[in-house]
């Protein structure tokens, strides 16, 4: 069955490392995104890119960086530089413009 | 920049009964895609409804469907014979066609609706 694997599901780091959370999608998708979600806050948008290669910055990209070497792989790093990277992270992928967005189960990353 | 507004952090509705959610958008674009995707407890992101801005038609999916406006920029999501399963958070989002780069879907703040017997 096609989807978007998020892994791992629960994910816990100390401060100051970095950490990187992979997402992979065999729906032959083009656009991929990365979302956090906090509580009472919705999902705000990290990443986004339509190609390979080429990637954009959303709303809230300080702290964080991606990579897309393959069509199907979007991972996104947290560095230590993000100051609140304790959240919900969800990635999610599109065929094109004014489709919906597929997501993934999410990963819970913790950081103490 | 393109903002949603969800006015009702929570919501309850009796099994069976009817509900309305209501949502309200800025922009200044002419052509876009409005959304309601519902977040059960597991988490999941599923897509209840979408609605192309060129449509004067409003959306329908069995049991919801949308009261989509316009000119007041208003997009209420109304679910009919409401379930038990229909308790989740509901997220009403806005789209942008953009060329060249991936059309970015804006979020409101969400809506947590509780079903109850």
């Known amino acids: 069955d096609g989807g978007i694997t998020q892994s791992p599901k629960y994910l816990f780091r100390k401060e100051g490392q970095n950490v990187t959370l992979s997402c992979e999608q065999n729906?032959?998708?083009?656009?991929m995104y990365w979302y956090r979600q906090d509580p009472g806050q919705g999902l705000r948008l990290i990443y986004y890119?339509?190609?390979?290669?080429?990637?954009q910055k959303g709303d809230i990209a300080e702290g964080y960086s991606v990579s897309r070497e393959k069509k199907e792989s979007f991972p996104l790093t947290v560095t230590s530089a993000q100051k609140n990277p304790t959240a919900f992270y969800l990635c999610a992928s599109s065929i094109s413009g004014g489709a919906p967005l597929h997501f993934g189960n999410g990963t819970r990353l913790t950081v103490t | 920049a393109q903002t949603v507004t969800q006015s009702q952090p929570e919501m309850s509705v009796q099994e069976a009964e009817t509900v309305t959610l209501s949502c309200t958008y800025d922009?200044?674009?002419?052509?876009?895609?409005l959304f309601w995707y519902k977040q059960p407890p597991s988490r999941q992101m599923i897509l209840v409804i979408r609605q192309e801005a060129y449509k004067q038609q409003n959306a329908t999916e069995n049991r919801f469907s949308v009261n989509f406006q316009k000119a007041a920029k208003s997009f209420s999501l109304k679910i009919s014979d409401s379930q038990l399963g229909d308790t989740a958070m509901y997220f009403c989002?806005?789209?942008?066609?953009?060329?060249?780069?991936?059309?970015?879907?804006?979020f409101g703040t969400g809506t947590r609706l509780q079903v109850t017997l």
């Open positions: 989002a806005f789209m942008k066609l953009s060329t060249g780069t991936a059309s970015k879907l804006t």
């Open positions: 890119s339509q190609i390979v290669n080429d990637f």
């Open positions: 729906l032959n998708h083009d656009a």
């Open positions: 922009t200044s674009e002419n052509n876009y895609y």
